[in-house]
């Protein structure tokens, strides 16, 4: 496959499964945007905790919709490290969105017909100039169901749950990996039984189960598969 013409590089998949630091290598390797639609998800999820929308695992979903003028997303580049982070409003969230009280209500927001809407309008704009990798739940089935390339990424729930574990223990957060597995066993049942855009494997994407695989071994299958 010639990379002449700037593709849209489509991965969605289950929680934990690595999809966002596959898809950061693969924009970076090919020097495209990646467009981080979970972080998308969950810095609304974080407008909604500090607006006060989630009362005792209830959303206010009517004044939600009624607020979502008022969410500024993007993302800018870190010149320390070279990474993207995320802003909400002007404000660098991305240590804020990656902790468990966002991870616990973020299934919740992203099922809200009304911020689906609002956030695949804006990564849609994101793309109109340039070649993208974006990862999510629904970019090659809802997204971009014609993009160029689909990957649907899984890997063994305990696998998972271990990574999440190390992710937060590296940040100093202190919870249990049963909680953790919990977490992401529920959340692969919302993500795959909500009503609106759920979780699924796109007819013409390719499979990737990583559960034993390293980057290094996941970037050789891509561009092995892939021909590029």
């Not at 957060?173 to 909680?179: V, Y």
């Not at 692969?188 to 013409?204: F, G, I, N, Q, V």
């Not at 990583?210 to 021909?227: A, D, L, R, T, V």
């Amino acid at each position: 496959m010639s990379t002449q013409k700037k593709l849209i590089i489509a991965i969605d998949g289950y929680s934990s499964c690595g999809k966002s630091t596959f898809a950061k290598a693969i924009a970076k390797k090919l020097g495209y945007i990646y467009i981080d639609t979970g972080a998308m998800y969950r810095a609304v999820t974080l407008f909604a905790i500090n607006s006060g929308l989630i009362v005792e695992g209830k959303l206010g979903i009517e004044r939600l919709k009624g607020l979502l003028t008022q969410v500024k997303i993007d993302f800018r580049k870190n010149k320390l490290n070279d990474k993207n982070e995320t802003f909400l409003n002007g404000e660098n969230v991305e240590d804020k969105i990656r902790g468990m009280e966002v991870s616990e209500k973020v299934s919740l927001i992203s099922s809200v017909k009304g911020v689906r809407a609002k956030m695949v309008e804006l990564q849609r704009k994101m793309s109109k100039e340039m070649g993208v990798v974006l990862d999510g739940r629904d970019i090659g089935t809802v997204v971009f169901p014609n993009a160029d390339i689909k990957i649907f990424m899984t890997a063994d729930p305990d696998v998972r749950a271990n990574r999440r574990f190390d992710e937060l223990a590296a940040k100093g957060e202190s919870i249990s990996f049963n909680e953790i597995k919990e977490n992401i066993l529920k959340r692969d049942e919302l993500d795959t039984t909500r009503a609106e855009s759920p979780l699924k494997k796109a007819d013409d994407a390719v499979v990737l189960d990583n559960s034993y695989m390293n980057p290094e071994e996941q970037m050789e299958w891509f561009f092995k598969i892939f021909g590029l």
